[in-house]
């Protein structure tokens, strides 16, 4: 049977699997959770919005004929990826993720680490900070409980409402970005701090070069919890897990 893929995108390798497979002439539907407002064009049909669940995910896969899901979502697209977990098994249809290398401390850095969001708020306990909110919009609402802060935000769309933090300033941008872009960043906005995510990849790591370039505290949140699944570094490996 030919294959016809189903690609869960959103990151940066997402975009270069699309690449690698529209040169190799396989089927193949991207598909966009629909959180940014103009998201990355690409070289395959696209579709945007959730699926509805595992439910909804298993009829997708049966009424398109899918034959393979590679998840190339970001590294806390969680719910996301247990329901491709869920409903791939359920379908019978072969599923690997696409998923880049976490993030470790080097030498120079000062970096916390806590489990989740909540713990990365009772982190920021104490006196006023200036505090790089690494997070995206999603995430916000939980820092309420710590508005003595200043946050500086940086997001892929301005805002369009207004913001949960009583006290912010955001940054709209889209990476990659650059150690100077990102030291400038920190410099002009006198950061205390830095909180963000353990996405891993080298579209985000800048600022935590420039964290240990300044000496600057990072509190990073570890990846959360996942089924069991097969998991690959390359776009490379994916196509030959394809191929195979």
Not at 128 to 156: D, E, M
Not at 192 to 207: F, H, I, P, R, W
Request: aromatic letters at 4%; hydrophobic letters at 45%.
């Amino acid at each position: 049977m030919r294959p016809n893929l189903l690609i869960l995108g959103g990151t940066t390798e997402a975009s270069a699997l699309a690449r690698a497979v529209s040169e190799q002439g396989l089927r193949a539907v991207f598909s966009y959770a629909g959180r940014v407002a103009a998201p990355k064009s690409q070289p395959l049909p696209v579709r945007v919005g959730g699926f509805g669940g595992v439910d909804g995910l298993r009829t997708y896969l049966r009424d398109h004929s899918i034959t393979h899901v590679i998840d190339a979502t970001h590294p806390f697209a969680a719910q996301m990826s247990r329901n491709a977990v869920a409903a791939c098994a359920a379908e019978g249809v072969p599923l690997v993720a696409l998923q880049r290398s976490a993030w470790k401390p080097g030498a120079g850095d000062d970096w916390h680490a806590v489990a989740d969001i909540e713990r990365a708020v009772a982190a920021l306990a104490g006196a006023r900070k200036r505090v790089f909110l690494a997070l995206g919009r999603l995430n916000l609402p939980a820092f309420t409980t710590a508005p003595q802060h200043h946050y500086v935000l940086r997001l892929v769309d301005a805002p369009d409402a207004p913001l949960p933090l009583p006290d912010c300033t955001v940054v709209v941008d889209r990476g990659p970005f650059s150690v100077a872009g990102d030291l400038a960043l920190l410099r002009d906005h006198e950061i205390d701090l830095v909180v963000c995510k353990n996405s891993g990849g080298a579209g985000a790591e800048a600022k935590l070069v420039a964290a240990r370039q300044l000496g600057l505290p990072v509190v990073m949140i570890d990846r959360p919890k996942l089924p069991g699944r097969l998991e690959l570094a390359t776009v490379a490996d994916v196509l030959g897990w394809v191929g195979n």
